[in-house]
């Protein structure tokens, strides 16, 4: 089974920025999409943006405009691109493989973002 992880978390100060990586051990390819999911202290893990295997991407209203997510199908790679990063995106970040309903995939570790002064 294909397994997804996560990098690229840190500290960082409000209005910086972040990528984060998520990196497939088999082909990105196989799966309907990948998506990035956040679960921020106290509250429930929610997608934050999927991109499917044709390109279209989701994002979530909260991160619409500030961040981005990409695919690098020669490397087995989804990337989030996080702009103006403000301390309610403080959380950890997932990926995990999507079919047409959801995440299909067992959760990894997760990626720790903290975003404060």
């Known amino acids: 089974q294909v397994q997804l992880v996560e990098s690229g978390g840190g500290l960082v100060q409000p209005g910086g920025s972040l990528r984060l990586s998520c990196t497939a051990s088999?082909?990105?390819?196989?799966?309907?999409?990948v998506g990035w999911y956040r679960q921020a202290p106290g509250k429930q893990r929610e997608l934050a943006a999927r991109?499917?295997?044709?390109?279209?991407?989701y994002y979530a209203d909260s991160v619409k405009g500030r961040f981005t997510i990409s695919r690098d199908n020669a490397k087995n790679t989804v990337y989030l691109q996080m702009n103006s990063l403000q301390p309610e995106d403080t959380a950890v970040y997932y990926c995990?493989?999507?079919?047409?309903?959801?995440?299909?995939?067992?959760w990894g570790q997760g990626t720790q973002v903290t975003v404060s002064s």
């Open positions: 995990n493989m999507e079919n047409l309903f959801g995440a299909i995939g067992s």
């Open positions: 088999g082909s990105i390819g196989s799966f309907y999409g």
């Open positions: 991109i499917t295997r044709s390109g279209s991407t």
